[in-house]
């Protein structure tokens, strides 16, 4: 292990995790024919657990259907969990909340400091609404803005993931795919969160573009000590961003460490084959 | 793991002869709708020797697919070859007439897509479409045409093929179907085969086994391969040429560990400095400010110029030619009017 990779050891395992997830699971129950017949049931996601320090980003590789889809959006209870805790820690309260455990009208305030961000921005943004409009919308919702702040505001906004102003007005399908991922970053960032998932956020952009969006995430996090649950399949694009890495496979997490490490000296077998597989 | 492949690379290279194959030059491929003229392709020149493998590298909208269409002439309106040649074995393929080329596809030059669904009928089994392939083409009797379908199955690596002929499309893994796509494209034995993104919607794991799959292809029957991806990083392990196109024309063409030693365009430059995988650890990626193009509005002179960090007001009056770089006779060739100074970058 290199020097950098075990002061960042250090740092995140010495640090109060902001998120703790213990023993998540998911299963989906197959249904059959007209009637609905409980066919079966497929474990997407069992017994993962796993650490995410502020500021720090933890990267969740693994091929399709290994479950870290399914994780993330779990952790955010965009889907309910079935199993598991998620204890969450505010600066506010002495206490660690359980995300899992919360009623939905108790987990509302806490949207805002947990953010996503999806891979194909044009699925997440409504095609009718201007991007000042999409931003403005989120930070009146929220009651964070209003009047001339709610401008000014929209055009920090702007100026903070690299949009220029003569695209406030402009529709989604007006914006490149780039533009568009850096106008679903400003909708996630409006909140001031302290934790984004980023699911493939980068993996339908072309190279040059990809670097310029991981460049800014990568920004964004040194200025704002946001934390990222930095879904995706790219390993390289995982290791350029991620301080640790979580390896998954079949609703499993079957390896995890620090970055340098895991790519230096994988332990799992799994690993080694993604790693081969990779170069 | 990558030494190792550049080594096979090399090791390949002495069985491939120098013969070109696939030579195209000047093609320019246009797409008129709404009054706007869409230069997809616009002045390309590009070969591929026998046994070779070219990977053609480039982002969206560079026109590298359209560069695959054009080559099969599978290109359909509004859009329309304007200009160029594309010689394939000596024989002009735009002066065929359409069922020569129809005779050409298939049998000659294979093709093999992005999304093998689509190169696939869902509704027969992959059996039933390599065999029409075999009667279609070749001639084949119903039955042998059966039995070669299964040995065809069995060589792209698909496992159970005398199961697997009776399966259809949906009942395949994606890799299983991009086998069976590969397993048609070469049943007729084609000298050249164009792959467009065949391993691009494929897990990592599943896409090393389909490159090491064309590799072995390759090495069997001495096909010819042009490798149309948006990753540099994954094909230069496995191309022996690479040829990077920005703006519907190659802006550079080299051997790929020329290519990697000395890249002498700012553009693949800038590709390669936004490479996560080709960066070291530890290092900050280096973009390439600002985006594509459209293609229906490029700048005039050099097309990458609105982007790059050393242009001048000669390259908005002058369109690059693609020129050796190191004097006549080099195979490493540059579309940029100050390529040395760009090595400097």
Redesign the interface.
């Given at each position: 292990m290199n020097r950098?990779a075990v002061q960042a050891d250090r740092d995140f395992n010495s640090a109060a995790p902001l998120v703790e997830v213990l023993d998540l699971s998911k299963r989906y129950v197959m249904r059959t024919g007209f009637l609905g017949r409980v066919r079966g049931e497929v474990r997407a996601v069992e017994n993962v657990s796993f650490r995410i320090a502020s500021g720090e980003t933890l990267g969740l590789v693994g091929?399709?259907g290994s479950g870290k889809t399914t994780t993330g959006r779990a952790l955010l209870r965009l889907i309910e969990p079935d199993g598991g805790r998620a204890l969450y820690s505010r600066p506010e309260s002495r206490e660690p909340v359980d995300l899992f455990a919360l009623a939905e009208r108790d987990l509302r305030p806490l949207r805002r400091e947990l953010q996503m961000v999806f891979q194909d921005p044009t699925n997440s943004l409504n095609p009718r609404r201007r991007a000042s409009d999409t931003l403005s919308e989120v930070l009146s919702v929220h009651g964070i803005a209003r009047g001339s702040e709610l401008e000014d505001r929209v055009r920090a906004l702007f100026r903070q993931v690299g949009l220029g102003t003569e695209l406030l007005h402009r529709y989604p399908h007006e914006l490149?795919?780039?533009?568009r991922q850096r106008l679903g970053i400003a909708r996630a960032l409006a909140l001031s969160p302290r934790l984004i998932v980023c699911d493939e956020a980068v993996s339908s952009l072309?190279?040059?573009?990809?670097?310029?969006i991981?460049?800014l995430l990568?920004d964004l996090q040194a200025e704002l000590g946001i934390a990222y649950l930095f879904i995706a399949?790219d390993?390289?694009?995982v290791?350029?961003l991620a301080h640790r890495i979580a390896v998954m496979h079949r609703g499993a997490i079957v390896e995890t460490g620090v970055t340098?490490q895991v790519f230096a000296e994988p332990a799992h077998p799994y690993t080694r084959?993604?790693l081969?597989?990779?170069? | 793991?990558?030494a190792e492949r550049h080594a096979d690379a090399s090791k390949r290279s002495h069985t491939r002869g120098d013969a070109v194959l696939l030579s195209v030059s000047g093609l320019s491929t246009w797409f008129e709708s709404r009054g706007r003229t869409v230069k997809a392709v616009d002045g390309l020149h590009l070969s591929v020797n026998e046994g070779e493998t070219l990977g053609l590298v480039g982002?969206?909208g560079c026109g590298k697919s359209a560069t695959a269409l054009s080559i099969l002439r599978l290109v359909s309106p509004p859009g329309r070859i304007v200009s160029g040649s594309i010689e394939f074995e000596g024989r002009d393929l735009l002066s065929l007439s359409d069922a020569e080329m129809r005779a050409v596809r298939g049998r000659e030059i294979g093709m093999v897509f992005q999304e093998p669904s689509t190169a696939l009928n869902p509704v027969f089994t992959v059996g039933e479409q390599i065999a029409e392939t075999l009667r279609y083409q070749r001639g084949m009797e119903r039955s042998a045409a059966d039995a070669r379908a299964v040995e065809l199955l069995e060589k792209v690596g698909v496992a159970d093929p005398s199961l697997r002929v009776r399966s259809y499309p949906h009942q395949l893994s994606g890799g299983e179907r991009q086998r069976a796509s590969i397993a048609m494209a070469i049943a007729c034995g084609p000298k050249l085969l164009i792959a467009d993104e065949p391993t691009t919607a494929l897990?990592?794991?599943v896409?090393?086994?389909v490159f090491d799959l064309l590799g072995r292809l390759q090495d069997e029957s001495g096909l010819g391969l042009l490798f149309i991806t948006?990753?540099?990083?994954r094909i230069s392990?496995r191309a022996d040429r690479v040829a990077v196109m920005y703006g519907g024309r190659v802006v550079e063409e080299a051997r790929t560990k020329d290519l990697l030693a000395a890249p002498s365009h700012p553009y693949t430059i800038?590709?390669l400095?936004?490479?996560?995988?080709l960066?070291p650890?530890?290092e900050?990626?280096?973009?390439?400010?600002g985006?594509?193009p459209s293609a229906a509005e490029w700048p005039s002179g050099c097309r990458f110029r609105t982007r790059c960090p050393i242009a001048r007001a000669e390259c908005a009056a002058v369109e690059p030619p693609l020129d050796p770089v190191d004097g006549v006779g080099s195979e490493h060739a540059v579309a940029c009017l100050f390529a040395s100074e760009a090595r400097s970058l």
């Open positions: 950098d091929e399709s490149s795919g780039g533009e072309d190279v040059s573009i990809q670097a310029q991981l460049n990568k399949h390993l390289s694009v290791r350029y340098e084959a993604l081969a597989a990779a170069t | 793991m990558s982002e969206s897990d990592v794991t896409a090393a086994a948006h990753d540099l990083s392990s800038g590709l400095r936004s490479l996560p995988k960066t650890p530890g900050r990626l280096r973009p390439i400010p985006r594509v």
